[in-house]
């Protein structure tokens, strides 16, 4: 048997490893400033800095997308109901496709009298969770190679016709490389063998490192076995392999010191070589071989599900990784208040965001309840009366703004329209350089365009990738498409008093909608207090798309109150009265770290909520 080759990681290797690392807002954007504003001084590349960071600092929500990962994770066991055998570990790469190994499924027959149960785990007061469960469909995608060592099987829907990967998340699958390289953490999750039923999914969290990879295969220190398909993650839960097991070979001369793991990406990492060695198939090998399979237009379809990043097409409705809610449905209906509410001559209109402002795809009942909760809890911090939710108006647009369906991914949140899509990059690309993004000269060949742009923003805010995009694509289909302004403004009328005093609190798109939404009003109606949060109008590209064509303050409006986060990137033109000069008063407030932009925490200010009973009074 000839010697497997190991690849050592090349400077284009660990130049790839930092770009992602960037690209994926994984490094503070204070710390890739300090690196860039170094230069040559510490004497290693950039690049080799980045790395070394990223893994000496794991990021804020490190625990939070480690748990969402882990939901999609499965125990694979076959066998009558109450005395099923573990057969071994899966998880879900689509919304409807489970990857293993050829060991835990074979065959499709194999497959077919198999169940993937998800869930079980403790939660608060160490409860257990209660399990979901799901049977697979190998008729209906079954693809499995016994060299690689992996099967991709399709599952089968709920009986109410859920799908598993909307019910709890997805892993996507990542064909580029640069993900990993030699010392970085590894992360694992799932059921080593010998797991009995009813256990829940066990986790080895930043106990193992990678050691070396081979054209096909990682192979790196594990605590233990693991289970045979479990994924493995790099420090920022992205799937880098497929587990199979204890490593079936003898590590290469000299690959388990301190000196060859330095030179092969995470400077000073200390590895020694403890630990039984893992083995498990790269991510980007299994893409290739299923991007060169010959498959019916059927699973060739399913495959695209996987997402843009995984190399095997598009998608008919573009896909990305849901939260463990169902997705949001049209048609919506919007919520008037009750007549008697603050003795019926003055009202409170909560106007929300797009769709991608909705915290779990919320509908118009479930955001009056979670907005009214907030400006309740701020009521009760101010030592004053709360507020029913059915004392509120709440118009509802997010149906006219964007199709319904699924929610796009990370790789295609831009708006398909060619001007609208010029737009959100201005936008993206405005709040970026306001949030301190040096110039392209300063760096390296790193955070250049789009996706540059994001993932500063990601970093400096510490808020979620893809909800800035969603946020700032809604404003640009908005602002940028006629039709689509005039259905929103249509739907939101359509919802509104004909008269009496309107206090109006806008959040994110929202604000924008409430500014153009003043012209149309009925004569009817006045608007004692606009309250907007996190709001995207200190933006020159937002404030020159209004109807009125800059920063005008319509003279509708009474007083007017904006209310902004400093670490809310929507927000991040703010304040306003660097445009909207001596037009608005201002609150800066201090919300949590990844919730800056959620409006609940806007509505809990104290300041905010006395304001708003103030003017209903």
């Known amino acids: 048997m000839n010697p497997i080759a190991r690849i050592r990681d090349d400077v284009d290797q660990l130049a790839a490893r930092a770009e992602r690392l960037v690209a994926t807002g994984q490094v503070p954007v204070a ?45 694979i066991s076959a066998g009558p109901p109450g005395r099923e055998t573990p057969l071994g570990t899966g998880f879900m790469v689509s919304p409807r496709l489970l990857l293993t190994t050829s060991h835990v499924l074979p065959s499709p027959a194999a497959a077919g009298g198999a169940v993937a149960e998800f869930g079980g785990e403790e939660g608060a007061g160490d409860r257990p969770g209660t399990p979901v ?202 919520l008037a208040a009750r007549p008697t509410a603050f003795g019926g001559g003055r009202r409170l209109l909560f106007l929300p965001g797009g769709p991608g402002e909705h915290r779990d795809h919320a509908g118009p009942v479930a955001l009056r309840r979670q907005w009214t909760a907030g400006l309740n809890k701020g009521l009760t911090l101010a030592d004053l009366p709360t507020l029913d939710p059915g004392d509120v108006w709440l118009p509802f647009y997010a149906d006219r703004l964007v199709p319904a369906g699924p929610e796009p991914s990370a790789g295609c949140a831009a708006p398909t329209s060619p001007t609208a ?30 996706d540059g742009a994001l993932s500063w923003l990601a970093s ?44 109006m609190v806008a959040h994110g798109l929202g ?8 012209a149309s009003l009925p004569p009817g109606v006045e608007v ?11 933006l020159d590209a937002v404030h020159r798309h209004l109807l009125a064509g800059g920063p005008a303050r319509p003279p509708r409006i009474g007083a007017w109150l904006n209310v902004w986060c400093p670490s809310d990137p929507v927000c991040i033109g703010c304040p306003l009265d660097d445009d909207w000069k001596g037009q608005v008063d201002e609150r800066a407030v201090d919300n949590p770290l990844q919730r800056a932009h959620d409006v609940e925490e806007y509505l809990s200010d104290p300041a905010v909520a006395r304001a708003v009973a103030a003017a209903l009074a």
Request: glycine share 12%; proline share 9%; hydrophobic share 40%.
């Open 31 to 75: 710390t890739i400033e300090r690196l860039v504003g170094e230069g040559v001084a510490k004497g290693a590349p950039l690049y080799e800095r980045i790395i070394a960071a990223a893994a000496d600092h794991p990021p804020a929500g490190f625990l939070s997308r480690g748990a969402r990962a882990v939901a999609a994770v499965a125990r």
């Open 528 to 538: 004692p207090l606009l309250v907007t949060a996190g709001s995207p109008l200190g």
């Open 511 to 518: 604000s924008v909608v409430a500014m153009d939404l003043m």
């Open 133 to 334: 469960r799901f049977r697979l469909d190998p008729d209906g995608c079954f693809l499995t190679d016994e060299r690689l060592g992996y099967t991709l099987v399709l599952v089968k829907a709920a009986a109410d016709g859920s799908e598993a990967g909307a019910i709890l998340g997805w892993n996507p699958l990542v064909a580029r490389q640069g993900k990993i390289v030699a010392g970085e953490p590894v992360n694992m999750a799932g059921h080593p063998p010998g797991h009995p039923p009813g256990r829940a999914t066990e986790i080895s969290v930043r106990h193992s490192r990678l050691r070396e990879q081979t054209a096909q295969r990682l192979l790196y220190t594990t605590g233990g076995p693991g289970g045979s398909g479990s994924p493995v993650f790099n420090d920022q839960w992205e799937v880098v392999a497929l587990h199979h097991g204890p490593a079936d070979d003898s590590p290469s001369p000299g690959a388990e010191t301190d000196e060859e793991v330095r030179g092969s990406g995470v400077p000073g990492s200390g590895l020694r070589g403890s630990g039984v060695r893992g083995s498990g198939v790269r991510v980007s090998v299994i893409l290739a071989h299923l991007a060169g399979r010959e498959v019916t237009a059927g699973v060739r379809a399913l495959l695209a599900e996987m997402g843009p990043a995984a190399g095997l097409g598009t998608p008919a409705v573009p896909v990305a990784r849901p939260p463990a809610v169902q997705p949001l449905r049209a048609p919506a209906t919007a």
């Open 421 to 450: 899509r010029l737009l959100y990059e201005q936008l993206v690309g405005e709040a970026a350089m306001m949030a301190g993004m040096p110039s392209d000269s300063r760096r390296e060949g790193l955070l250049t365009g789009l």
């Open 460 to 503: 400096a805010t510490n808020l979620d990738r893809l909800l800035i995009a969603r946020v700032f694509r809604d404003v640009a289909a908005y602002l940028d498409d006629p039709p689509v302004r005039h259905r929103v403004l249509d739907a939101v009328l359509r919802t509104l008093p004909r008269s009496g005093a309107l206090v």
